[in-house]
């Protein structure tokens, strides 16, 4: 069996509307194979369209992996460049449609986060790790270079630690994940769920559509000179009164404070 793309929602009155997208390929470390990264992207593009979502949470399931990377077997049958390209493409594609996906998406990391999963969590926009999971991006080590959304690690770590990543292949636990800033939370094993409950808690509190305006303008910010990225704030600021979110926001904060 190629594994398996489950989605299940869950809403209440301080998390809103929330997706749960798990990737469960159990017996091989929730690795990537070619079915599953069709399933996935179609599953992200799907929630995508979902307007009514406060956030989206992507993890694998079991308590021993996350992602282990893409699927070994199915790479070593890989004949020429063009099926290469083929199947990076897809890698990519998965990461594409987390960046994509208009609403916050949390990457809860429960093990080992290998290759394309550390791709696909730096791909999300928070990250809350286990304290047993593990990073690492162990290409060079099969015959392979890192790349695609690779290229979003030295935003988070810097470039030397990229190049420790991906030149040494190490793998590095939780607690230093966490000291260089490939994470932004790590907590317990057993507490995984609580702390995963205070993120969805602190975005509920948030507008939904300030949410989305506000990771829309940090995905410019990515790309853009800091002159024009400041003022592509200003746009980003007043299409927030499209909808009354900010009159209503503001005015029982107004409200409370009297």
Do not use: Y
């Not at 929730?30 to 992200?44: E, G, I, K, Q, Y």
């Amino acid at each position: 069996m190629p594994g398996t793309i489950h989605v299940t929602h869950s809403e209440a009155p301080e998390t809103g509307r929330v997706a749960h997208l798990t990737i469960d390929n159990q017996a091989k470390l929730n690795t990537l194979n070619p079915a599953l990264m069709a399933d996935f992207v179609a599953a992200m593009a799907s929630l995508s369209g979902d307007d009514s979502l406060h956030a989206v949470v992507v993890t694998g399931a079991g308590p021993k992996a996350f992602i282990g990377g893409a699927d070994i077997n199915t790479m070593a049958a890989i004949a020429t460049e063009a099926e290469a390209e083929v199947f990076i493409t897809q890698v990519h594609d998965c990461c594409r449609a987390v960046r994509a996906c208009p609403a916050p998406v949390i990457a809860r990391i429960n093990g080992w986060t290998l290759g394309a999963g550390l791709e696909l969590a730096a791909a999300c926009d928070l990250r809350l790790a286990a304290q047993s999971a593990r990073f690492g991006m162990p290409e060079v080590r099969v015959g392979i270079p890192s790349v695609v959304e690779a290229a979003l690690l030295p935003g988070l770590i810097g470039w030397g630690r990229t190049r420790r990543l991906l030149l040494l292949g190490e793998t590095i636990e939780a607690a230093e994940a966490l000291d260089w800033g490939l994470v932004e939370r790590i907590c317990p094993d057993e507490a995984l769920d609580t702390s995963l409950a205070e993120w969805l808690a602190m975005l509920g509190a948030a507008g939904r559509e300030a949410l989305r305006l506000q990771k829309a303008l940090i995905r410019r910010w990515e790309d853009l000179p800091v002159t024009e990225a400041i003022a592509a704030g200003i746009p980003s600021f007043a299409s927030a009164w499209r909808t009354d979110e900010p009159r209503r926001m503001l005015g029982a904060f107004a409200h409370r404070r009297r």
